[in-house]
């Protein structure tokens, strides 16, 4: 496979990838820095194994774009709409805190029955609810391990839907069943997946059984 060249957010720098192996070099640089203090990181490992598990395991292109960003911090939220000077603040419509990417995904009163659903969700499939926490979601779950990569696909299916279910909602002005977008992308995940696979693991099917 050939390396590549993929741009950033607004800058004229490039982040430069062996095949699924991040390089240091221009805003690069910066990320790696910020994700390390944020993550309490001793090494770049992590970063690279969800990287391996972007564009190998990940099924769709969806969700390897949303997985880019969001390990890039470019995926956009109020936060840094306001950084990039395309809004004038950085605060929740609903809970007039900061939205940054945790709030985004784990603590907007927006998604309160998205998010009970889901605790119900996982009690029933016996895993424990610490694995929804912001570094798992950006870092993955284990993510240097591929028997959790079906976890891990979990996740990213689970933040792709709370990122669709906000822009259908018109940025929560409108009231959206964001569990039922979750059950909708899962079951076609599902479907896609063993068209690829020829078969799924228990982790997915107990996840179909009761979703």
């Not at 424990?128 to 979601?137: E, M, P, Q, V």
């Not at 259908?168 to 995940?189: G, H, M, P, W």
Request: aromatic share 16%.
């Amino acid at each position: 496979m050939e390396s590549c060249l993929i741009g950033t957010n607004t800058t004229s720098s490039y982040i430069y990838i062996q095949p699924f192996k991040l390089h240091k070099c221009g805003e690069t640089n910066r990320i790696i820095e910020m994700e390390k203090k944020i993550f309490k990181l001793e090494s770049i490992n992590p970063i690279n194994n969800m990287l391996q598990f972007t564009f190998n395991y990940s099924i769709n292109n969806k969700y390897k774009m949303l997985r880019w960003k969001l390990l890039h911090f470019i995926l956009p939220c109020k936060q840094l709409l306001l950084q990039w000077h395309i809004q004038e603040t950085s605060m929740c419509d609903l809970c007039n805190v900061t939205e940054d990417y945790e709030h985004f995904f784990l603590k907007c009163q927006f998604f309160h029955e998205f998010w009970k659903k889901i605790y119900v969700l996982v009690s029933k499939i016996k895993i424990g609810s610490h694995i929804f926490n912001f570094k798992t979601l950006v870092l993955g779950y284990k993510i240097h391990d591929p028997m959790y990569n079906d976890i891990n696909l979990f996740l990213t299916v689970l933040l792709y839907s709370i990122h669709k279910s906000t822009h259908i909602s018109n940025y929560k002005q409108k009231d959206i069943d964001a569990y039922a977008v979750f059950r909708n992308e899962f079951l076609k995940t599902y479907e896609i997946n063993i068209y690829i696979n020829a078969k799924n693991s228990k982790f997915l099917n107990d996840v179909k059984r009761y979703i």
